[in-house]
């Protein structure tokens, strides 16, 4: 409800005879004049109650006023008032207006309730004091300025400490936030200790009587209502309540900014857009800098920038119920008109390998200061032969000699639709030169040239530059025979690719005056095994044939197995009768070995204790492929006497 005025003072209705009238002229010369007006206030009712909402009353009276005059008195609620404005009353009003009637004597008064609100606080009788403000316009009389209505409080339930006030409020804490609310409830109490003997407690219950209410102080992300409470545990009784509201807010999050790109000169429309998660209002602010200080240049989801003659960053922020995101960044670009570059003169290339310069040319560099663009083909002698290959880059092995001529067209940039060209005249020509080259081709075995099945051999192939001229596009053929397993290989200058064979040398300078591939495989074949090496191409041709290839043979012979305790490792399990199994000589000598066969990733294919020489190269799939294990065998199979190798399964496929 709000608070009610009442008017005391009235003027008659009565028809006033001729002898009135000179007395209220008169008395209306004086209107609004307010000499000698003096005004009080008492509480005219001054018990007020929650239980019915009893409302409470003031009087505020005028003496020694001026006929038809109107009077307003200013009001204060004074500080030591218990009750709170707004919660447990109806808020007052700053002004009181008191008109004098015309036969009053110049007096006047009204009436200003206090009507009472019902709260859900567990709380003691409050009171209103009501203070007269001093006025240049009226005189306060002496001892009647001031007035108290006390409001009865109806919830003061069973168990409630009539005599311990609620825990005072520490208003420098905030109780507004902007993301999860992490605090301390006993932050927001100036005295938590309480008076001697109490103790403080927290609920999301007005009513201190429900425990099952009752909380931690330590509130984590809990907007929310709670209430505090002195306890007494020696009288088993709570204190009034303490309200204490928190306010969750959130952060609105920048989902999507625009800027519109500028040629050469002018203003761009910024856009933003962002969303917060409890739906509320959403405010943006710009800025041209990041600074923390610095005022924002517009407001609102689009922002239109003055005139722009470089590339400029802004930035936005997003707010909702006073939370700002941080500022975002956003570009606006300012295209310039694109340049096609400086060309560049004298360009020449080869149509023939040599050594007097380049079979390909980059476009890209016939250029100098471009932007981004692209090449065509304008003046073309070799009739459509001719193509720009990746990255700009033209070929020109075996092509008419000639002038080629390119032009380059540079790509439109934003809203800038103008483009720019130049060209280039490349001067195709024969560069061969007529030196006489000779690579001579070594191949030798590192170590040794007899091996045991099992075994790493080592292949050496040396390239010598003869005559120490420039040699390019040089492929030497090195085929592995099939009794032997590639593991690596490791080339000075090129590459060696064991699926073809080849070993490829993109160029050997005058200064390259030998090359070395070095290649390492497994002998898995019994026998003289040759292998050769041999010069298949280079450019120029190499005319000197007698030492463009070599050879080396080697011989691999198979373990002999005779002592006792050894393991035959080459078997071949192929049903004809003969070595079908794995021997361990002497089996019957070692009853209490074991035996365990592992592939070459390290997988368990086999074991078996007290093993008999039975093992036909089967594991739990079937029969295993050929190739190479590895075995561990424990003669006495108590780890006196352990042996480690490997066993090479031999097959026809």
């Known amino acids: 409800m709000q608070a009610r005025l009442k008017t005391t003072s009235s003027i008659p209705s009565a028809a006033m005879g001729r002898g009135h009238i000179l007395i209220i002229l008169f008395l209306l010369l004086g209107i609004g004049v307010g000499f000698g007006q003096t005004v009080s206030i008492t509480a005219s009712e001054p018990n ?40 447990d009353y109806t808020a007052l009003p700053p002004s009181v207006s008191v008109t004098i009637g015309i036969l009053s004597g110049g007096n006047g008064s009204e009436t200003l309730d206090v009507d009472v609100l ?52 520490d208003t420098t804490e905030p109780t507004v936030f902007c993301e999860a609310i992490f605090v301390d409830l006993d932050n927001y109490v100036n005295n938590v200790n309480g008076p001697g003997g109490t103790q403080l407690v927290w609920s999301r219950n007005p009513s201190p009587d429900n425990v099952d209410d009752q909380i931690d102080s330590n509130i984590e992300d809990g907007s929310g209502v709670y209430y505090g409470f002195y ?19 959130f952060t609105p999050t920048i989902i999507e900014t625009t800027a519109e790109q500028i040629c050469g000169s002018g203003t761009s429309v910024l856009t933003v857009t962002a969303e917060v998660e409890d739906l509320s209002a959403i405010t943006y602010s710009w800025f041209d800098s990041l600074d923390a200080n ?64 380049p079979n390909t040319f980059d476009l890209d560099e016939g250029l100098i200061g471009q932007d981004p663009g692209t090449w065509t083909i304008i003046t073309d002698p070799s009739e459509g032969n001719v193509t720009i290959g990746a990255e700009n880059v033209v070929d020109f092995t075996g092509l008419p000699s000639g002038d080629y001529i390119f032009e380059y067209t540079t790509n439109t940039v934003g809203n800038c639709t103008e483009t720019a060209s130049a060209q280039i005249t490349i001067a195709v020509q024969d560069c061969i030169s007529n030196e006489a080259i000779d690579l001579a081709i070594t191949k030798s075995v590192e170590g040794r040239d007899a091996y045991l099945l099992g075994e790493e051999i080592v292949f050496v192939i040396d390239v010598e530059n003869v005559d120490g001229n420039l040699v390019m596009d040089i492929v030497v053929s090195d085929i592995l025979d099939e009794d032997f397993e590639f593991l690596n290989a490791e080339a000075t200058l090129g590459n060696y690719d064991s699926g073809t064979g080849e070993w490829t040398i993109s160029e050997m300078t005058p200064a390259d005056l030998n090359a070395t591939l070095t290649i390492t495989v497994r002998a898995r074949g019994a026998g003289d095994i040759p292998n050769t090496a041999a010069l298949v191409s280079s450019v120029p041709e190499d005319d000197v044939l007698g030492n463009n290839s070599d050879s080396v043979t080697v011989s691999v012979d198979r373990s002999q197995c005779v002592y006792p305790g050894t393991i035959c490792n080459i078997f071949s399990p192929n049903g004809d009768g003969y070595n079908d199994t794995l021997t361990l000589v002497g089996d019957h000598l070692f009853p209490n070995n074991t035996f365990e066969v592992f592939d070459r990733y390290g997988n368990s294919v086999f074991q078996m204790d007290g093993y008999d020489s039975s093992w036909d190269g089967t594991g739990k799939n079937g029969d295993l492929p050929k190739g190479t294990y590895f075995y561990v065998l424990d003669l006495n199979g108590d780890g006196t006497d352990v042996l480690k190798g490997w066993i090479q399964i031999v097959r026809d496929n």
């Open 48 to 87: 007020a109650s929650e239980a019915g909402l009893t409302s409470g009353e003031f009087t505020i009276s005028v003496t020694g006023g001026t006929v038809f005059s109107t009077v307003e008195v200013f009001l204060e609620v004074d500080v030591s008032s218990t009750a709170t404005s707004g919660v």
């Open 118 to 169: 019902q709260d859900a606080l567990v709380e003691f009788d409050e009171t209103v004091t009501v203070n007269i403000v001093s006025n240049a316009n009226y005189t306060v009389a002496p001892g009647s300025g001031s007035a108290t209505v006390t409001i009865s409080s109806e919830d003061v339930p069973d168990g409630t400490c009539t005599n311990l006030a609620a825990p005072n409020l």
């Open 231 to 249: 306890y007494d545990n020696a009288n088993d009784c709570y204190g009034a309540s303490l309200e204490l509201e928190l306010e969750r807010n």
């Open 294 to 357: 610095a005022s924002p240049i517009a407001t609102g989801t689009t922002f239109e920038t003055g005139e722009l003659t470089e590339t400029t960053s802004f930035y936005v922020s997003a707010a909702s119920n006073e939370c700002a995101s941080e500022r975002e960044e956003v570009v606006v670009t300012v295209n310039n008109e694109p340049l096609a570059g400086a060309p560049i003169d004298g360009l020449q290339a080869c149509n023939v390998s040599s050594d007097d310069g």
